[in-house]
C-alpha cells in the first residue's frame, strides 16, 4: 500500500482491507510508517512482542593515529577528522562496517545502540498487527524497516505460508518506501484527485516500474471527476476501487474507526479484497 504523498488516506485503506482480508484468510498488516505509524488507532492490536531495533556504530581505541582513511571511506560522514583529531557521529553511522575495514592499525571497533523498536500481536482470529517506531531525534528509518521486515516476514501466522501481508508504507519515495515495497507480489497506489495527489502519483508509479512490481490504483476521496482514472488509463493501470469523498467517513476516520463493517463502505473493501486476490494469485496487474 503506497502513496505519492502524506495525508492520501494509504492508512485508512490499508487498515480496512488488512480488516477485511483477515476474515477471509490469515493476514498481516505490517505499519512501516515508523516515523509516524498509526494503524493501530484503527486496528487496536494486543501487544504481545516488543524488540529493540539496533543500529552500529564506530567506537574509536586509544591506538588510533588519525590517517583520514576512516573518514575517506565513510560514504555517510559519520567520521571526520579535525584538528588532528577523529570525530564520530553515531546519528549518520548506518553500520556498514567500512571504517574499521579501511584502519590500517585496527583501532575501529564496533557498537550498538536503540534507535527504535518494533512490536506485533494480535488483532483477531486470522488477522496479525505488526509496527516499527523511530525514536525521536533519530534519522535511520529504513534500519527500522528493515528490521521490521525481518520480523513479519519471519512466520506467518498459524503457520499459513499463503497468509497475505498488508504493508502499509512510508509515503513519498524515499529508501525506506523501497525496503518496505520491494519483492511485492502487488503495489497498491492509493490517490487522491487533486492535482498535487496525481503529481506526487506519477512519481511512486515511476518508482514501482523501476523496482519492476505489478501495480493497481484505489481512488481515495473519490470527487467523481475522473482525474485519477484518466491518468491511470493512459499508464495502463488498472483501477480497482474507490472511496467517495465523503464527510461521514472524514468523521469515522477522525475517530480512529474503521468503516469496512458498515455499509455502504463495506461493499468497497469487499470487492477491493477480491481484486487484490484476484491480481496476486493470478499475476494479472498491470505493470
Not at 486496528?43 to 524488540?51: E, G, I, N, R
Not at 523501476?210 to 499508464?235: I, Q
Request: some cysteine; overall charge negative.
Amino acid at each position: 500500500m503506497l502513496s505519492g504523498k502524506g495525508g492520501t488516506g494509504k492508512t485508512t485503506v490499508a487498515t480496512n482491507l488488512a480488516w477485511t482480508l483477515g476474515s477471509l484468510g490469515a493476514t498481516r498488516y505490517v505499519d512501516y510508517d515508523v516515523e509516524e505509524p498509526d494503524g493501530a488507532i484503527f486496528l487496536h492490536p494486543t501487544v504481545d512482542q516488543d524488540v529493540a531495533a539496533t543500529s552500529r556504530y564506530p567506537v574509536v581505541g586509544e591506538n588510533c593515529v588519525p590517517c583520514g582513511r576512516c573518514s575517506a571511506a565513510c560514504s555517510y560522514h559519520a567520521l571526520a577528522e579535525v584538528g588532528g583529531q577523529l570525530l564520530t557521529f553515531p546519528e549518520l553511522c548506518h553500520g556498514c562496517g567500512a571504517c574499521a575495514l579501511a584502519c590500517p592499525r585496527g583501532a575501529i571497533a564496533e557498537a550498538e545502540r536503540t534507535i527504535g523498536h518494533v512490536r506485533s500481536g494480535p488483532i483477531a482470529d486470522g488477522l496479525d498487527w505488526y509496527e516499527g517506531v523511530l525514536n525521536e531525534g533519530e534519522s535511520l528509518a529504513s534500519t527500522v524497516v528493515r528490521r521490521l521486515r525481518r520480523l513479519a516476514e519471519a512466520a506467518p501466522p498459524q503457520g499459513d505460508e499463503a497468509a497475505m501481508l498488508v504493508a502499509d508504507c512510508p509515503p513519498g519515495s524515499s529508501c525506506e518506501v523501497i525496503h518496505a515495497a520491494e519483492g511485492s507480489d502487488l503495489a497498491l497506489l492509493v490517490a487522491e484527485p487533486t492535482r498535487f495527489g496525481l503529481h506526487d502519483l506519477g512519481i511512486a508509479v515511476r518508482l514501482m516500474r523501476a523496482l519492476e512490481l505489478p501495480m493497481a490504483v484505489f481512488v481515495n476521496k473519490d470527487d467523481g471527476s475522473g482525474l485519477v482514472d484518466r491518468y491511470a488509463a493512459t499508464e495502463g493501470i488498472p483501477v480497482i476501487g474507490r472511496l467517495p469523498f465523503d464527510l461521514a467517513v472524514a468523521r469515522a476516520v477522525a475517530r480512529g474507526e474503521l468503516i469496512a463493517g458498515r455499509e455502504p463502505w463495506a461493499a468497497v473493501f469487499t470487492a477491493l479484497a477480491e481484486a487484490v486476490l484476484r491480481l496476486t494469485r493470478r499475476g494479472e496487474a498491470a505493470s
